[in-house]
């Protein structure tokens, strides 16, 4: 690899991590505020929840809960390698190809079969794909919530998307309906993809340092 190409893989590398950063700089009050209307969701569903809840005692441990949970996440979220290796399992995202026409040479085939695998195997979806690391350390913001309301005695549901209670996130319209998050995801996609190709041309993994230059 040449000493420009080491230099833009730095740059896309560094481009990724920024997009990244901005997000979670977008996310942090979002996530506060999907939280608390989750709380206040529960308090008009249920009319023994709203009379306990407001309890001083239990709305000082449910305020805490929610800046536990949101910290939580931003802190996961603040780690360099959530962001260059952001699938949860990229082998099994591999989809299935047609077979290559017999017009081209077996060991052709095999190259470009592989590549593609590699590429799709790194590919972004949505950001509220289960198989992404972000939505997964996302989703799981209601723990302490879930928590502290167990522990007041409430029951809670069946374990899903959004925590026992259904307190957290459960797909992005519902965390973010004005789309300033989708906007820093789709940001961030451009940068992981051109990350991405520059990553398989030069045979690395992005989450991994630059291959070491050739000082001969």
Known sequence: MSGGSFDELDAARAAALAEGARFVGV???VLRE????????????LSDVAARIDEPALASEVDRAIDEGVGRVIERLRAPEVWLAPLTAPDLLTPE?????IEVSGW???ALRDRRRADDRQALGSLDDPANRIWVAVAGAAGPLDRVLEEAGFRPGRRRMGGRFGLGPRSLGELDPSGALRRCWKGYRSAYGRLI???S???GHPGH???TRSTG
Request: glycine share 16%; net charge positive; no cysteine.
């Open 209 to 211: 340092g630059s291959p």
């Open 27 to 29: 996310l942090e009050p």
């Open 34 to 45: 999907r939280l608390r209307a989750g709380v206040q969701r529960l308090r008009v569903s």
């Open 201 to 203: 041309e030069g045979g």
């Open 108 to 110: 052709i085939a095999r």
């Open 197 to 199: 190709a520059l990553t």
């Open 97 to 101: 190809r047609a077979g290559w026409s």
